[in-house]
Nanobody, 116 residues
Framework: VQLVESGGGWVQPGGSLRLSCTAS????????MGWYRQAPGSQRELVAL???????DYVDSVKGRFTISRDYAKNTMYLQMNSLKPEDTGVYYC???????????WGNGTQVTVSS
């Protein structure tokens, strides 16, 4: 399984970005995908999750600002990020978790920088 993220960049506070993660090589139709981020000097943290037909879940700090979605036909997951804040800065990683067996796959990450 290969995961490729795109869409990161620099944006001013209050701006928006849309991240994409395209999966290839997955033989597992039942899985959970998610976005994680890692700020400098901090541990990687969960931002949002979305499963097959399940309700999306978000960390409290991004609720109401970020929206996670999936296009199953394109094998692509998105993260629409609005009202960005400097504390949203970090490397954003895509993760796919297969079910039975449980295996985690990671992308290489895309940098998001929010500053004036």
């Amino acid at each position: 399984v290969q995961l490729v993220e795109s869409g990161g960049g620099w944006v001013q506070p209050g701006g928006s970005l849309r991240l994409s993660c395209t999966a290839s090589g997955s033989r597992f139709s039942i899985n959970v995908m998610g976005w994680y981020r890692q700020a400098p000097g901090s541990q990687r943290e969960l931002v949002a999750l979305i499963g097959n037909g399940g309700r999306p879940d978000y960390v409290d700090s991004v609720k109401g600002r970020f929206t996670i979605s999936r296009d199953y036909a394109k094998n692509t997951m998105y993260l629409q990020m609005n009202s960005l804040k400097p504390e949203d800065t970090g490397v954003y990683y895509c993760r796919l978790t297969t079910i039975n067996p449980t295996v985690h796959y990671w992308g290489n990450g895309t940098q998001v920088t929010v500053s004036s």
